[in-house]
């Protein structure tokens, strides 16, 4: 009779995946049915991650299978035997800059389906904190620093992927935003700044794409690791509503009792804190109640349920990923991160023909290069792209000559010379903060190039801003290349040769110099704490611009840009015109044409910023609140239509802690970046 009615459930459950893998009664229910039937054992061994350090413990006689979980954001790795190969995508700060939902979305369905290929249930991305000094090691993996573009992207990433029936695992909740010291320093930041900058891509993840899994950071929040924090996990992730398993990540727990306290579910990558005596010696003397376990256990069983993995035996199933169709999405996607910050005389797109000799060198010309750590993915074999890979396929009407060193002649005589440069996976990385100058043998390479010539397109490999004065007036074009994937030899070349015009935007500020990012005097106030010993409990970084992060502190800190946030040249130009705001549904519609001007057919995004006229307290001039990007042929024009939701116009209280949205005029403005507004109207909200 009990087999018939787990049955029954496991259908409905089954029925359920159809719906997104939203957790419904049917799934609570059959949870709730196992752990009544679990032993404090079997409860206990379900809450950690097995010695391999990617799986959890199996619960045989209950039907309960062992989960396989990999990393990472650019592709699948780390399962079993440690060089598994598989699609590698371009990184998260790349795909941020796309600022194409749909294909971004792609990209969560190539990685999941990579994943179903490889037998792995959980996936542990996407990796969204937030860019807030360029500094921070992970900025690679991550959305940029707008909490609108991130959650969009992340919303897009995850139902790609979780339509594929692989769970997301969103991360790092929260506040990581630097990896010196990830484990010792504490991200110290107010309410309204933790509500309006960092949780918005987490709240949309759990509200919007019913993301199944959150795992917490490594840093201290406000004092308290955030793997034992239940002010971060019970008071906000599951006060929004969040019935899904929250993770730790790996190896970032220190105390039994505050995790079993904490509303996390899940110790990984083993139990640390959660070994069985740890736990029962706490359940038996009272101070934890057994309720705090079966709350965990009946997180992580009714999510496991809505997705279907109770009824489905883990297997790897090649067939699951067609490596053609993974390509196809890398390579779309490689083709709009590229960012092109300047472009003198026209030197891109590159000539064709044998008159014109393109020079390509540097140390990252010939490499497939990847940030450090968790989300190096190792590419497939013989499929990977480097840039001079994209630059020899070009074909026959090309004349391409690649250097291993800079060769006066050569250089003299090249129309251009395409220069490769910038990080991999040794310098930046996770578990340390990077150096935000380029290295200095990088410098002395553009120096003797451009002793040479000054036909140089340097191609940058980073997660984030440079230090470019040294050199940016001694170079007729710069492209930020991120780490694009193993597409991404083909894709650059594709851009360089005018195949495509560049359609990637800055999703973040660059400032120009270190300093000139307002945030960055907060940011380095914990290295100088960090050497004094005798406050080394009490290491922190506080988050004293508060929200007026990135392009949200322009106008308060009167701080300039060199190229603001939303920024990046085609090979057109666009005229905006016809500005339209309706009301319709809980907001308005603003619509507004978009003209190419130019020669190219090429993509615009077009961003929609809110900036409150008559605040009751100090608020970012502007905040983007939409976007949307349009492929326009030559001399063609397209109309766009953004919808603004009631949300569109809120502020954080921190006094009533709830969303406030203040009556008054607030002007809607249309632009090409954050600073290039090109259109402007007005709302009254009451
Ligand atoms: C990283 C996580 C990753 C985990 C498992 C940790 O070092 O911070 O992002 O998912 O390792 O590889």
New binding site residues.
């Given amino acids: 009779m009990k087999k018939l009615f787990l049955t029954l459930f496991g259908l409905v459950a089954a029925l359920g995946l159809t719906h997104g893998q939203t957790i419904t009664p049917a799934h609570q229910e059959r949870a709730a049915a196992l752990v009544s039937q679990m032993t404090l054992d079997e409860k206990i061994a379900l809450i950690s991650g097995k010695v391999d350090?990617?799986s959890t413990y199996a619960i045989p006689r209950l039907g309960i299978p062992s989960i396989r979980?990999a990393?990472?954001p650019q592709g699948v790795r780390?399962i079993g035997e440690k060089n598994i190969q598989s699609t590698f995508f371009p990184c998260g700060i790349s795909a941020a800059a796309t600022w194409n939902r749909d294909a971004v979305h792609e990209m969560g369905a190539g990685i999941g389906s990579a994943a179903k290929a490889h037998g792995v249930q959980i996936m542990?991305?996407p990796?969204v904190n937030i860019y807030r000094s360029a500094l921070c090691g992970?900025n690679f993996?991550y959305y940029g620093e707008d909490p609108y573009l991130a959650s969009e992207t992340a919303v897009s990433f995850i139902e790609g992927m979780q339509k594929e029936g692989v769970m997301a695992?969103i991360?790092?909740f929260a506040l990581n935003q630097e990896e010196y010291d990830?484990h010792g320093v504490s991200s110290n930041a107010d309410e309204r700044t933790m509500n309006e900058i960092y949780f918005p891509t987490f709240r949309k993840a759990v509200e919007k794409a019913h993301v199944g899994a959150v795992?917490t950071?490594?840093n201290p929040v406000n004092g308290t690791h955030a793997a034992e924090n239940a002010a971060l996990v019970k008071d906000n992730l599951r006060a929004w509503g969040f019935e899904g398993i929250v993770m730790t990540?790996?190896?970032s727990t220190y105390s039994t009792l505050n995790f079993m306290n904490s509303g996390v579910d899940f110790e990984?990558?083993r139990a640390i804190v959660t070994k069985p005596e740890m736990v029962k010696a706490l359940l038996e003397n009272g101070v934890v109640s057994e309720a705090e376990l079966d709350e965990k256990c009946q997180h992580i069983l009714q999510t496991y349920a809505a997705f279907g993995f109770l009824d489905k035996p883990l297997e790897a199933d090649p067939s699951a990923e067609d490596p053609t169709v993974s390509r196809d999405r890398a390579y779309k996607l490689a083709l709009e991160g590229p960012v092109l910050l300047k472009n003198d005389d026209g030197i891109l797109p590159l000539k064709s023909g044998k008159k014109n000799l393109i020079a390509v060198l540097g140390p990252n010309a010939n490499a497939i290069v990847c940030g450090g750590?968790?989300?190096w993915v190792n590419p497939e074999d013989g499929r990977a792209s480097t840039i001079v890979d994209g630059m020899k396929g070009l074909g026959k009407n090309w004349n391409v000559e690649v250097l291993g060193t800079p060769q006066p002649d050569v250089l003299r005589k090249a129309s251009a010379v395409v220069l490769c440069l910038g990080f991999d996976s040794n310098t930046e990385k996770?578990?340390s903060d990077r150096k935000y100058y380029l290295d200095k043998k990088q410098v002395a390479l553009i120096e003797s190039v451009a002793s040479y010539t000054d036909k140089i397109v340097v191609v940058v490999n980073s997660g984030g801003e440079i230090d470019i004065r040294p050199w940016a007036d001694k170079v007729k074009a710069i492209i930020l290349d991120w780490y694009p994937g193993q597409e991404g030899g083909n894709a650059l070349a594709a851009i360089l040769s005018g195949k495509v015009s560049p359609s990637g935007r800055l999703p973040f500020t660059f400032w120009g110099s270190l300093d000139g990012n307002p945030a960055q005097k907060w940011y380095k106030e914990m290295p100088q704490l960090h050497n004094d010993k005798v406050r080394q409990h009490y290491r922190y970084t506080t988050y004293g611009e508060g929200v007026f992060l990135g392009y949200r502190g322009v106008e308060h800190f009167d701080s300039k840009p060199l190229y603001p946030f939303g920024y990046g040249l085609t090979y057109s130009s666009f005229d905006y015109s016809d500005l339209q705001i309706v009301p319709a549904g809980d907001g308005y519609d603003v619509s507004f044409t978009v003209r190419n001007t130019g020669k190219t057919d090429a993509k615009e995004v077009a961003q929609l910023y809110v900036a409150p006229e008559q605040p009751s307290i100090l608020r970012p001039a502007q905040e983007l609140k939409g976007y949307d990007k349009q492929l326009i042929a030559k001399g063609q024009a397209v109309r766009y239509t953004l919808h603004l939701g009631a949300d569109a116009f809120r502020y954080y209280d921190i006094a009533s802690r709830t969303w406030k949205t203040d009556p008054g005029r607030y002007e809607i403005r249309v632009g090409a970046s954050a600073g290039d507004i090109k259109l402007r109207g007005n709302v009254t909200v009451d």
């Fill in positions: 350090g990617f979980m990393d990472g780390n542990l991305c990796g992970r993996e695992t991360k790092h990830r795992m950071s490594y990540d790996w190896v990984m990558p750590g968790s989300g996770e578990n």
